[in-house]
């Protein structure tokens, strides 16, 4: 049976997808501050408290800081909020990007539409697994695995942009792989912490289950975002 005692050593790892995040975005966000959207700095400044949050609060509870760990509790609900409706207003970005969008050897229109799709999952799976969280808050294990797994469901877009920022470096400018290739294999990448957890806990939580699912959607971005139907209703939906 999974105890408090299990966390002990949570926040430690819980450090590295925060590091993989702020490096991510380095690009397109913390280095261009003055020319972002006030979209973008609300979810930029949230995201950065959520992820702050999920690493304080497991150091908290295994430090028997109990009513600490429930008063930053209360506080992670409108962070949770935040994000998730920061998120929503950057999409018709993505949509405004791709009708606007030049040629490029990064970035296709396929690109804007299937991260429009996969977007849409990753904000109704946080948000989800946020509310299932905190109704599962008498039992350590699925609390725990509930509020960790947002952590996954916020790492794939900054785990691919990191990777595209690694293949630049790497081998210059034009990439040999444009942006939805970059993903896929991200997309591996990050499912591996994923099993990890799994296999350490000899458990496939659900939790851990509908984030890997979730990501899972990534490998179909090309396809997902060159469906005209997609294509369609994104653009009827998330007009800009």
Known sequence: ???????????????????????????????????????????????????????????????????????????????????????????PLNLKAA?????????????FYGVTFTDIITIIGFGLSVIIGITKVKNVEDHAFWMISTVFWALMPALGRLALLSTMIIFGFPPPYDFIDVLFFSTLLCLVPIVIICWRFKRLHPALIAVGFGNIL???????????????????????
Do not use: C
Request: glycine share 6%; net charge positive; aromatic share 16%.
């Open 1 to 91: 049976m999974t105890t408090i005692s299990d966390f002990k050593n949570a926040h430690k790892w819980l450090i590295i997808p925060f590091i993989i995040s702020i490096i991510g975005f380095s690009r397109s966000y913390f280095l261009k501050l003055p020319d972002a959207t006030w979209h973008q700095h609300m979810h930029g400044l949230s995201a950065i408290l959520w992820y702050i949050m999920i690493i304080v609060q497991p150091y908290l509870i295994t430090n028997g800081k109990i009513e600490l760990h429930r008063y930053y509790g209360k506080i992670a609900l409108f962070l949770a909020g935040a994000v998730t409706f920061s998120a929503i207003t950057i999409i």
């Open 99 to 111: 009708a606007n969008l030049e040629p490029n050897p990064v970035v296709s229109m396929a690109f």
């Open 218 to 240: 990534y490998l179909f971005t090309r396809q997902i975002g060159g469906n005209e139907l997609w294509q369609s209703i994104a653009d009827s939906v998330f007009k800009y």
